[in-house]
């Protein structure tokens, strides 16, 4: 029991040197496979191919080993499984529980995996001063941006490449495609032909309407919230901005010596 506290602990931690260390490891394969994904659209010798196989496989495997660790370690398995971030690190993994069956709905899924970045947009997962919630929402909004064209953009390759190769020849092209699609330039000089590819599209339009509005709004909140504040520095955590008539920091608690404002 004591073993599997401490590797729940470290999953979750980012203040020892250990948890970083982990988490910093487990962000690094997630953009490295992503990387790997990206390079292998393009023409590429067979000798760097099978290299770029070779560590997927290894990168893979990790994550396998990393799931099914944090599923040993979880004290509601059923909950756990059912979470957004398990379900998305079960996704990115299923070729492992599959045996690499190289059928395309198998495929698509490993797109997903960037997505399990989004654990570590958890507040108190984000160092120095990216804990401030304004900071926060707007890391949300750019990595959701990237997020959606990235996915996206994996996907429509997968369905359009094999059926439309002289159009979508690589990642950038479809990287180009979802990004003018996104914001309603809309050129037409790329444009999906199969039914997946297009139905794709609408979901990656929908996606953006709904996500990107609301995380905006929630900015535009905080700033039109900030303005109404005043400064009266934290001794204790730093923290400037305060309501005017605050007596204590609602990040620490610490009381607020409005003597010294500025």
Request: hydrophobic share 50%.
């Amino acid at each position: 029991m004591l073993l599997r506290k401490k590797i729940s602990f470290y999953f979750e931690d980012i203040e020892t040197p250990t948890g970083r260390s982990l988490n910093l490891i487990i962000t690094g394969l997630v953009l490295l496979s992503s990387v790997i994904f990206v390079i292998e659209t393009f023409s590429i010798s067979q000798e760097i191919r099978n290299l770029l196989s070779y560590v997927d496989s290894v990168i893979l495997l990790t994550f396998a080993l990393e799931y099914l660790l944090r599923l040993w370690c979880a004290e509601n398995k059923y909950q756990f499984i059912f979470s957004l971030y398990s379900v998305i690190d079960l996704i990115a993994i299923l070729p492992v529980f599959i045996g690499w069956i190289d059928i395309s709905f198998i495929r698509l899924f490993r797109w997903l995996r960037i997505l399990r970045l989004l654990r570590f947009l958890d507040p108190k997962n984000l160092p120095g001063n990216l804990t401030t919630e304004d900071s926060l929402i707007l890391t949300r909004i750019i990595f959701t941006l990237f997020a959606i064209v990235f996915v996206y953009s994996g996907l429509i390759y997968q369905v359009e490449h094999p059926v439309n190769p002289g159009v979508f020849r690589n990642f950038l092209d479809a990287a180009y495609f979802s990004v003018v699609t996104m914001t309603t330039v809309g050129f037409g000089d790329v444009t999906p032909i199969s039914q997946e590819g297009r139905f794709l599209t609408i979901m990656m339009i929908f996606t953006g309407i709904a996500l990107i509005p609301w995380q905006v709004g929630d900015l535009i909140k905080r700033v039109v919230k900030s303005a109404n504040e005043i400064e009266i520095p934290c001794h204790n955590c730093g923290l400037l901005l305060h309501d005017p008539d605050a007596n204590f920091c609602k990040i620490c608690g610490t009381k607020l010596e409005k003597g010294v404002e500025n």
